[in-house]
């Protein structure tokens, strides 16, 4: 180590200070700034919002889009694109949740919790940084489904609404994520476990086929699930139908899963040697 | 006399509240203002229990302890503010270059980014990181990813800093290098815990030794006064023909006043009251016509250490590590 400096730079000195009210905030933004500086390292950890997404369209619009609509292959983009959307969002949290399991595994955040930050700070930045990963998947699945001939019929006012409403609810939903990314032991049991809970959650819904072609036993799921009522939302929004109650239920959703995996999520990191 | 660490009966347990490993059963740890103290134990001692229980990482099951005489429990976040670490195994980001860990610390400690971006510069060519500053972690050598790890515990000036075990791992010159780096944080008023596996290291940088085994401090002493209970130094032996063991033996016995011990393959290892019996050794082996491999005056290993202050081998578990 060389001395070049003839002062070292060690010297005990109290750091700038700043108003309180708004370090969490610019500590979890100082945070996520980490998180998308990675995943531009490492692109590929956008292929679930990307490429998936593209696939996805294709195979449901083609393979069963036929089958589903009667020959319309149309008339089934027009109403599985925002089903897609609502699965792809869900799936699309289940990265942080690994992610977080991982940096947690490798020591980076003992470094973290020996800063004078909020205990909450690298979870809610985690967060902030996903937002970009939502939005890039909102944007792939409008644009591609243009490609394959998907237009939205109402304003770009409602558009831009349900493309906020899609993103605030997977900023609410991948709150699971970070809780079960904190509790799992591994980052590969966290995917085990997303996909158990997001699978029932996709396909008993409205996401792919008409509800009123279900049992009544798996209506009534249907009609409680978060996904169902963000679907119909977005349909509302882009190509026109009920909206109102379909959006309270989903921000009634969203009020339910902050309230309750939020905390869940600080108590589980409080915990987490 | 202040203390910057005080820390008086620390318990932890791991698990099951019964059948758990008790990591420690009751330490006391107490550190002056501007001096270092060095904590030996061997793998599985409960160093890194401590060391995190005294950084605000994890609660002590019972007993207390102040950092800078700030409580680590009530005030965690008030003990933050003054600490730095440096962890066993190094926690910096491995996707982000050299500058942008130490630029993200200094950001988290509330600086501007024009003065976390001076900060990490300033520490980056202190620590001999400016040619590798914008290169990603993952591609540093261990000893690199080391020194960026304890550059990130020092971007807050912190006035107490914990180094768990910072130099296992390193090469003789960079450990060297290490140890002058604490010697300059103490130079400059900090207060130094640091953990070790080496009596040498401990005896190089530390005012005073707390030498710990199964979460139980087992002796505390300056260097000097560890030393005279553990024996000062040791003439170690070897050789070149093993049939001249025995001679040898006979030889040694003589000459230290105490009977030497076997110290792995034909070699023999005494203790030795001071280092003026060195041209003695040579000139007598040389009379005797006793060829030998190796011959080394050293300080005891840490499983000496606890041979002299338990009586026993030191034999605990590895599965820590
Ligand atoms: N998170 C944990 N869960 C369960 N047991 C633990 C945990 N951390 C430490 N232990 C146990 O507590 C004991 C003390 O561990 P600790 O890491 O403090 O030792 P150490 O002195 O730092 O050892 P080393 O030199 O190997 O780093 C060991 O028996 C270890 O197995
Ligand atoms: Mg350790």
């Known amino acids: 180590m060389t001395t070049t400096l003839e002062k070292s730079p060690l010297t005990a000195a109290p750091a700038a200070s700043t108003p309180p009210r708004l370090r969490l905030l610019r500590h979890s933004l100082v945070l996520a700034k980490r998180n998308l500086v990675k995943t531009w390292r490492t692109p590929e950890q956008l292929i679930d919002v990307t490429l998936q997404p593209i696939i996805f369209l294709i195979l449901f619009v083609y393979v069963f889009g036929g089958a589903i609509s009667h020959g319309s292959q149309h008339q089934y983009l027009e109403f599985v694109l925002p089903g897609l959307l609502g699965q792809g969002i869900a799936m699309g949290s289940v990265a942080l949740g690994q992610n977080l399991n991982a940096d947690i595994e490798k020591g980076l955040f003992d470094r973290f919790r020996s800063l004078p930050i909020a205990r909450s700070a690298p979870l809610v930045g985690a967060v902030f940084a996903d937002f970009f990963r939502y939005l890039t998947m909102c944007m792939i699945f409008i644009g591609f489904g243009y490609i394959l001939g998907y237009r939205i019929t109402t304003n770009p006012a409602s558009a831009v609404a349900a493309i906020a409403l899609t993103i605030g609810f997977a900023l609410s939903f991948c709150w699971i994520s970070v809780w079960v990314g904190l509790k799992a032991r591994t980052a590969g049991a966290v995917q085990g476990i997303m996909f158990l809970l997001i699978l029932p959650l996709s396909f008993g819904s409205s996401t792919f086929v008409k509800v009123d072609t279900m049992p009544g036993w798996l209506q009534a799921f249907v009609k409680v699930n978060p996904i169902t009522h963000l679907v119909g939302a977005v349909r509302g929004l882009m190509i026109g139908g009920p909206v109102t109650n379909p959006l309270i239920w989903t921000f009634g959703w969203m009020t339910g899963l902050l309230a309750v995996f939020v905390p869940l999520a600080l108590r589980a990191y409080k915990k987490r040697i | ?321």
């Open chain 2, 1 to 321: 006399m202040t203390y910057a660490i005080e820390a008086e009966g620390l318990t932890k347990r791991f698990g099951n509240a019964t059948t758990g490993t008790l990591a420690l059963d009751g330490i006391d740890l107490a550190a002056r203002e501007g001096t270092v103290l060095g904590v030996l134990g061997p793998n599985g001692a409960g160093k890194t229990t401590a060391v995190r229980i005294l950084a605000t990482l994890i609660k002590p099951d019972s007993g207390q302890a102040r950092v800078g005489g700030l409580d680590v429990v009530r005030q965690a976040e008030d003990v933050r503010r003054i600490i730095g670490l440096t962890g066993q195994y190094a926690s910096v980001d491995e996707d982000l270059t050299g500058t942008q860990n130490l630029v993200m610390i200094g950001q988290l400690l509330d600086m501007s980014a024009a003065q976390a971006r001076v900060r990490a510069a300033e520490l980056l060519e202190w620590f001999d990181l400016s040619e590798a500053a914008g290169r990603m972690a993952k591609t540093y050598s261990g000893g690199m990813r080391r020194r960026l790890d304890l550059a990130a515990s020092l971007v807050g000036r912190p006035s107490v800093i914990f180094l768990d075990e910072p130099t296992t791992g390193l090469d003789p010159a960079k450990r060297e290098d290490m140890w002058d780096v604490v010697r300059r944080l103490v130079d400059d008023g900090s207060t130094v815990l640091l953990t070790t596996q080496y009596l040498e290291e401990a005896d190089a940088l530390a005012d005073e030794i707390s030498v710990i085994d199964r979460g139980h401090v087992i002796a505390h002493d300056t260097p000097h006064g560890l030393k005279r209970v553990v024996g000062g130094q040791w003439l170690t032996i070897r050789p070149s023909d093993p049939a001249q063991l025995d001679a040898l033996t006979a030889l040694l016995a003589e000459i230290a006043g105490s009977r030497p011990q076997p110290d792995g393959r034909d070699t023999l290892t005494v203790s030795v009251e001071s280092d003026e019996i060195l041209p003695v050794a040579v000139a007598r082996l040389h009379s005797a016509g006793i060829r030998v491999d190796e011959l080394s005056l050293h300080l005891p290993s840490l499983d000496e250490v606890f041979f002299t202050l338990t009586g026993t081998r030191n034999t605990a578990e590895e599965s820590a590590a």
